[in-house]
Antibody, heavy 122, light 107 residues
Framework: QVQLQESGPGLVKPSQTLSLTCTVS??????????WSWIRQPAGKGLEWIGR???????NYNPSLKSRVTISLDTSKNQFSLNLNSVTAADTAIYYC??????????????WGPGTLVTVSS | DIQMTQSPSSLSASVGDRVTITCQAS??????LNWYQQKPGKAPKLLLY???SLQTGVPSRFSGSGSGTDFTLIISSLQPEDFATYYC?????????FGQGTKVEIK
């Protein structure tokens, strides 16, 4: 069973860069069977897809965040990461990493980390 | 971007009730529609994918239907553990987008 776990600072200052890492266990980030994504959810609100990465290194980002987002993959550590720069209070949210098993469910988010709250505040 | 609109935004129901939640896409998404359940303080959980396929381990009281722009999630007999917020999500094209959620509360 694939398991994901987010890690990173819970507090980021405005204008700085939010950096999170997702560690994958029970599955391989070097497998061509998965897309790896970041999704966020402000308190009491809905879900927003941030972007995804594939083993080939190809990425897709939400246009609403594209200018500020970078998602990268480190297969040697079985991890993928999110960098979001120039953050403001509007970026305060629970951030989830998620895996999409292309071979089984096609394009649904099969696996989720428990989420990590990131607060942007000075 | 494809906009996903769920209705209702919230509903009150009793244990044993049949519950119907709808999701409408702003353009045709074929059957690329997934449903998730989220409980407070927890990550969303995949219930159904490609509109009607039940994820492994999900009870059969959950079912989904639809194609094109209109989709439905049905809980045939609501159980205490089903009180949660439900989200639809389109996987037809990026940016992948979610509905705003439907909160199912206890009557």
């Amino acid at each position: 069973q694939v398991q994901l776990q987010e890690s990173g600072p819970g507090l980021v200052k405005p204008s700085q860069t939010l950096s999170l890492t997702c560690t994958v266990s029970g599955g391989s980030t070097s497998s061509g069977s998965y897309y790896w994504s970041w999704i966020r959810q402000p308190a009491g609100k809905g879900l927003e897809w941030i972007g995804r990465i594939y083993i080939s290194g190809s990425t897709n980002y939400n246009p609403s965040l594209k200018s500020r987002v970078t998602i990268s993959l480190d297969t040697s550590k079985n991890q993928f990461s999110l960098n979001l720069n120039s953050v403001t209070a509007a970026d305060t949210a629970i951030y989830y990493c998620a895996g999409m098993d292309i071979a089984t469910t096609g394009s649904a988010f099969d696996y989720w980390g428990p989420g990590t709250l990131v607060t942007v505040s000075s | 971007d494809i906009q996903m609109t769920q209705s209702p935004s919230s509903l009150s129901a009793s244990v044993g009730d049949r519950v119907t939640i709808t999701c409408q896409a702003s353009q045709s998404i074929s059957s690329y529609l997934n449903w998730y359940q989220q409980k407070p303080g927890k990550a969303p959980k995949l219930l159904l994918y490609v509109a009607s396929s039940l994820q492994t381990g999900v009870p059969s009281r959950f079912s989904g239907s639809g194609s094109g722009t209109d989709f439905t999630l049905i809980i045939s007999s609501l159980q205490p553990e089903d009180f949660a917020t439900y989200y639809c999500q389109q996987s037809y094209s990026t940016p992948w987008t979610f509905g705003q959620g439907t909160k199912v509360e206890i009557k």
